[in-house]
């Protein structure tokens, strides 16, 4: 698991955020709270260079979480059926604990 996606505020207006998702190695940014609970996921082909509109306005509200403790075969497992890259890790209360790549959770799983 790694804690180096963007995360923003939902105020933040969707021309900075695109830019900072352009310099991160993730396709989207985490919209949270000031606590880290998460709100909403938002991906850069949402949003465009120089808009004023928040993000909280634009992003997918409740993305799909896991929680830490999850097998990295299940959590590969179920992220292959969905044919998602990323897997979302929050703690029960929804606190963003960081991201998983679907084949970082593959490796681990077949790893002896």
């Known amino acids: 698991m790694r804690d180096d996606v963007v995360r923003c505020a ?3 207006r969707a021309a900075v955020v695109l830019e900072w998702i352009e310099h991160s190695p993730y396709p ?5 709270t000031a606590g880290g609970t998460v709100l909403g996921r938002v991906r850069a082909s949402m949003l465009e260079a120089g808009s004023e ?7 997918e509200p409740g ?5 830490p403790h999850a097998s990295a075969e299940r959590v590969a497992g179920q992220l292959a059926e969905k044919n998602l890259r ?4 929050t703690t029960p209360e929804g606190r963003l604990l960081g991201v998983a790549s679907r084949g970082d959770l593959e490796r681990l799983a077949s790893a002896p």
């Open 10 to 12: 939902p105020t933040e």
């Open 86 to 89: 990323w897997a979302i890790v």
């Open 28 to 32: 989207f940014a985490l919209v949270t």
């Open 53 to 59: 509109q928040p993000v909280g306005d634009i992003a």
């Open 63 to 67: 993305p799909k979480t896991f929680r």
